[in-house]
């Protein structure tokens, strides 16, 4: 699966596929899920393999990419999938999809990581720098009348758990002031993560465009045959 395909319906199934597979792997390791979940997630990837690979301009070439999901496919299709289901490796296809899915794409996921080291550390610095700020803010507008933010450190939490959209309540300002500072930081934490999203956006693109613009060596040394060479204006004449 590329980053980013040039059809945009191709590009829409690549992240549908990409998300059930993220799913289905964070769904294998919990035990609540029901088993026609399961099945339907898979059947639901099988259906959308069958579209992506209908609507590609180079079926085979989608094949011998995405192989693991045709494998996959296969299993699901036949009766040999009561006994993968009895020895529960069904569960283990996702997380094998996700590994197959990384090392197809190793090339260019080192390459955005090449291309966003100058960013990176800038984003880590500015997310810590809020955490500490404020957090530590809250910390000293709260702990004397909300027991939650009993030290430095519970500040801390809050700050990182509210950063990250976790959100898990188990620490809530109960001020006025502090909660100004949370919806503060929920603002700023929403125009950080734009921009790291936009900066991803542009970097996945370049790749991209690198990859599609790269040409094949034995095209530029093959020899161009003499009748496809367009005359001269002289020669015309003659």
């Given amino acids: 699966m590329k980053f980013l395909a040039t059809d945009w319906r191709k590009r829409a199934l690549d992240v549908l596929l990409f998300l059930l597979t993220i799913g289905s792997v964070v769904g294998s390791f919990w035990e609540g899920i029901p088993d026609w979940m399961q099945m339907t997630a898979l059947i639901i990837f099988v259906l959308l393999f069958a579209i992506r690979w209908r609507i590609d301009d180079n079926r085979r070439r989608y ?24 020895l529960r490796f069904v569960k283990l296809m996702p997380a094998l999809k996700f590994g197959a899915i990384l090392s197809r794409n190793r090339k260019r996921i080192l390459k955005l990581v090449l291309l966003s080291r100058d960013s990176f550390p800038i984003a880590m610095a500015l997310i810590f720098g809020m955490v500490f700020v404020f957090g530590a803010s809250t910390y000293l507008l709260e702990h004397n009348t909300n027991p939650a933010f009993g030290d430095i450190h519970d500040g801390l939490w809050w700050a990182f758990v509210t950063l990250t959209t976790v959100g898990y309540g188990d620490i809530v300002p109960q001020t006025g002031a502090g909660r ?5 930081l929920m603002l700023f ?8 999203i936009a900066n991803l956006t542009h970097y996945l693109e370049t790749i991209d465009r690198d990859h599609n613009q790269t040409v094949d060596p034995a095209i530029l040394e093959a020899p161009i045959p003499v009748s496809d060479v367009d005359p001269s204006p002289t020669e015309r004449n003659d």
């Fill in 189 to 196: 934490g929403i125009a950080v993560y734009s921009l790291m």
């Fill in 180 to 184: 100004i500072v949370a919806v503060m």
């Fill in 63 to 86: 094949i011998r990419e995405n192989w693991f999901d045709l494998v996959l496919v296969v299993l699901l299709a036949s009766p040999v999938l009561r006994l993968f289901t009895a």
